[in-house]
């Protein structure tokens, strides 16, 4: 059995390695938000129980209206899905047979859901520990190809790219008749959210991916959505189910958006900590990529794989994300998620004692 292609469910990790899981873990692998869910779904969850008795509304329509609101675009623009991961398998079969860049590192979705659909998969693969993106170099691989992928901020370095970077790409895109698609499932962890949504308005080659699982801390709900030209997306959700997303993620989305303090608190929260944890892995001699977000790649500089490392962790309790299946990194690296602070200075001395030892 091979390595889980995601992170969460750690007993998969476990099995796919043959070694018995410990009875306390640590979950380090999955990086939703370390709050929590806003404290109002705990509250309001006991009223919603009546809407699992009838359909959901197949556009979403209440939710969507909330978004666009926040997002000072017309409904029109948005399209609901039962979270990123089927917007992106929606893209992918709107893009099927069809040939399609991916910027890397990224998350694994994309390539694999275009591969689905027989895709042909063209990987630009940017070079660690930086991993700079130089549009002008990788310009000349548009030509032919019908949609890039560019994760950003990225998943899983925690890398943002400058607005002049992405607006290059944007225009190197247009050129050459290419759909932009940029993912910003974990733009609201930015200490200073940027987001490219209102491209949408005025150029018809771009869509912006989002979550609300991430921030929000609802990924059993699942809940996200696609932004673009109003034709594309009728074009893109042609075969998405009806009724994909339930009644419950709906109000819960609603009312998530609603609460603009609990974006703020876990912003702060999770600048303040990760920058300790910055402070700590560069005493203990490791190095972390330059993350902005609620997660960050980590690794000894000592080992030319994090294998012994990952295994050694795990025998901890401590499971962190295997990068094995993004081209370009394949486990040079493992990717941490920000916790609250007793779980980091768990892993913190678990560090430091891996050190100590070797």
Same mark, same amino acid.
């Given at each position: ?72 675009? *017309?409904? /029109?623009? &948005?399209?609901? %899905?039962?979270? !990123?991961?089927?917007?992106?398998? =929606? ?125 929000? *801390?609802? /990924?059993? &709900?699942?809940? %996200?959505?696609? !932004?673009?030209?109003?034709?594309? =997306? ?125």
């Amino acid at each position: 059995m091979q390595l889980p292609e995601h992170g969460s469910n750690t007993k998969y990790v476990y099995e796919s390695l043959k070694m018995k899981q410990p009875e306390k873990v640590i979950d380090f692998s999955v990086n939703i938000n370390p709050l929590g869910a806003p404290k109002v779904l705990q509250e309001k969850w006991g009223d919603w129980f009546t809407a699992i008795n009838d359909y959901p509304d197949p556009y979403a329509y209440t939710l969507m209206e909330e978004l666009a609101a926040q997002e000072n675009i *017309s409904a /029109a623009h &948005l399209l609901a %899905g039962n979270g !990123a991961a089927e917007i992106i398998t =929606l893209v992918a079969r709107y893009l099927a047979g069809s040939k399609v860049a991916v910027i890397h590192p990224a998350f694994s979705e994309y390539a694999a859901a275009c591969r689905k659909e027989d895709c042909e998969v063209v990987e630009i693969v940017l070079a660690a520990p930086e991993w700079n993106l130089e549009v002008s170099a990788l310009a000349d691989k548009l030509h032919g190809v019908k949609a890039v992928f560019l994760c950003n901020p990225n998943n899983p370095t925690g890398v943002h790219y400058n607005r002049e970077t992405v607006e290059a790409l944007m225009e190197a895109c247009k050129r050459t008749d290419t759909l932009c698609i940029i993912d910003e499932a974990f733009y609201d962890f930015l200490p200073e959210p940027v987001t490219y949504i209102e491209k949408v308005l005025h150029q018809q080659h771009v869509l912006i991916i989002r979550s609300l699982t991430k921030m929000y *801390s609802i /990924a059993g &709900l699942r809940l %996200g959505f696609l !932004a673009g030209n109003p034709e594309l =997306l009728q074009e893109i959700g042609r075969t998405k189910p009806h009724w994909s997303v339930n009644a419950l993620a709906m109000k819960a989305g609603v009312a998530c958006l609603q609460d603009r303090s609990h974006t703020v608190e876990t912003r702060r929260f999770i600048e303040a900590e990760r920058t300790a944890i910055f402070q700590e892995l560069v005493k203990l001699g490791f190095e972390h990529s330059s993350s902005q977000l609620n997660f960050y790649l980590l690794r000894d500089p000592s080992l030319s794989t994090q294998e012994q490392l990952f295994h050694y962790l795990l025998r901890q309790g401590l499971v962190l994300r295997h990068t094995e299946n993004f081209p370009g990194i394949e486990g040079e690296w493992l990717r941490v998620a920000v916790k609250q602070p007793d779980d980091n200075k768990i892993l913190l001395e678990a560090l430091a004692a891996w050190k100590q030892r070797n």
